[in-house]
Every structure is written in structure tokens, then in C-alpha cells.
């Protein structure tokens, strides 16, 4: 079965860095998009950030472009997203999610990992 | 930015009962050269992540209830549940996928009256 399991989130002060990991397992992962998608505490979701099955391709939401990268490793399974600068307003639960159709950048997801909080303060 | 607006923010049903929830988008999600409306809807219940339920707008997940229903073209689309059960308490979001960024409406919240 589809398991997305994400990692690395924690307390951070603000200006710092931090990167995410989601280890991916139960299908074959060099064959479909994923996504970063966030959540801020009692908020609604925020995409964050896409790239391409083959790593070719890098689409990022307007609050997090310019200081964020998402990056795969398909040798490794895993799905990575590195933020700079970070701010208050990062702090949400970030969850890695599977993009639907193979081989497809449409940009819905049918599978999505528990989430990793990550709490931006001093 | 393509902005989704949801209506109502919260309703409560009683089970059995209809529910829907709309969803307008800022611009047409309709791509003429394929006819297919770049909209999805997901279920989040508490403490879990996002559960996919319909995609271009209307085709419903593999495994989703067929009483959960998706209507609607261009910028006016509905969600429908159409007797509703005590499992289905949850917050409803759509979600446009015709332009990066991608963007989700506020969501509604959905309980048992």
C-alpha cells in the first residue's frame, strides 16, 4: 500500500532554514509528481510547491517562491523541501502528497502523508 | 492567482438529508481544448490529512461513496452528498489545478444537525 511518511519538522527561529524529507514506499515513485502541501494551525491548505516525476520540473506557491526548493531523490524514494528565511507565518503542518495520474502534472493528489509540524518562532 | 471562494463557511445537515456546498472560482477552471474542468474536492476530517473525493469536477475517486457527488463548469461548482451520514462530519475543500499556484477555497465545515 502507498505510504508517505514525512519528516524533519521541529522549532525553528525565524530567518533560519530547515528541510523536509517524505519517504515514499508501495508505488513506483520515479513515475509521478508530488506535492508539498500546508496547513497553519485551525487554517485551511496551502499548496506549497510541485515537481515533475523525472525532477525536470519545479512549480512553487506565491508566498514561499524565492527561499524554498523541492527536490527528489528517486534512487532514494524520497521527496525533499528546503526553506530559507523562514517565517512566523511558516508554521503549519506540512504533508507530502502523490500526484494522481502517472507520469502526469495535473495537480490533484490521491495520496497524502500524516504531516510534519513545523513551528516558526524565537 | 486564481482565487476559490466556498459557500456556506459551515452548515449542519440532518442525517439522511441533502447537503451541498459550492464553490466559485475567480476565473474559468474550463480548458476548451479538452472540456475538462481542473477541479477537485477533498474531505479532511480531524487530525487526518486531505482525502481526495472528485476530480475534474465530476469523476469520482475509485473507493468514494457514490452518494458524494460533483457538479458544475466554468467557475460555479457544487459538492453534493446526497443522504447524509454521521462519517461524513468533516471540513470539504475544492481545490483549482487549471494554473500554478495551485489554490484551495477556505473550506466549509460540515456537521450533523
Known amino acids: 500500500q502507498v505510504q508517505l511518511v514525512e519528516s524533519g519538522g521541529g522549532v525553528v527561529q525565524p530567518g533560519r532554514s530547515l528541510r523536509l524529507s517524505c519517504a515514499a514506499s508501495g508505488f513506483t515513485f520515479s513515475s509521478f509528481a508530488m506535492h508539498w502541501v500546508r496547513q497553519a494551525p485551525g487554517k485551511g491548505l496551502e499548496w506549497v510547491a510541485l515537481?515533475?516525476?523525472?525532477?525536470?520540473?519545479?512549480y512553487y506557491g506565491d508566498s514561499v517562491k524565492g527561499r524554498t526548493t523541492i527536490s527528489r531523490d528517486n534512487s532514494k524514494n524520497t521527496l525533499y523541501l528546503e526553506m530559507n528565511s523562514l517565517r512566523t507565518e511558516d508554521t503549519a503542518v506540512y504533508y507530502c502528497?502523490?500526484?494522481?495520474?502517472?507520469?502526469?502534472?495535473?495537480?490533484?493528489?490521491?495520496?497524502w502523508g500524516q504531516g510534519t509540524l513545523v513551528t516558526v518562532s524565537s | 492567482d486564481i482565487v476559490m471562494t466556498q459557500s456556506p463557511d459551515s452548515l449542519a445537515v440532518s442525517l439522511g438529508e441533502r447537503a451541498t456546498i459550492n464553490c466559485k472560482s475567480s476565473?474559468?477552471?474550463?480548458?476548451?481544448?479538452?472540456?475538462?474542468?481542473?477541479l477537485a474536492w477533498y474531505q479532511q476530517k480531524p487530525g487526518q490529512p486531505p482525502n481526495l473525493l472528485i476530480y475534474?469536477?465530476?469523476t469520482r475517486e475509485s473507493g468514494v461513496p457514490d452518494r458524494f457527488s460533483g457538479s458544475g463548469s466554468g467557475t460555479d461548482f457544487t459538492l453534493t452528498i446526497s443522504s447524509l451520514q454521521a462519517e461524513d462530519v468533516a471540513v470539504y475543500y475544492c481545490?483549482?489545478?487549471?494554473?500554478?499556484?495551485?489554490?484551495f477555497g477556505q473550506g466549509t465545515k460540515l456537521d450533523i444537525k
Open positions: 481545490q483549482q489545478y487549471y494554473a500554478t499556484p495551485y489554490t
Open positions: 515537481i515533475s516525476y523525472d525532477g525536470s520540473n519545479e
Open positions: 502528497a502523490k500526484e494522481r495520474s502517472y507520469q502526469a502534472l495535473w495537480g490533484y493528489c490521491d495520496y
Open positions: 475534474w469536477a465530476s
Open positions: 476565473q474559468s477552471v474550463l480548458y476548451n481544448s479538452n472540456n475538462k474542468n481542473y
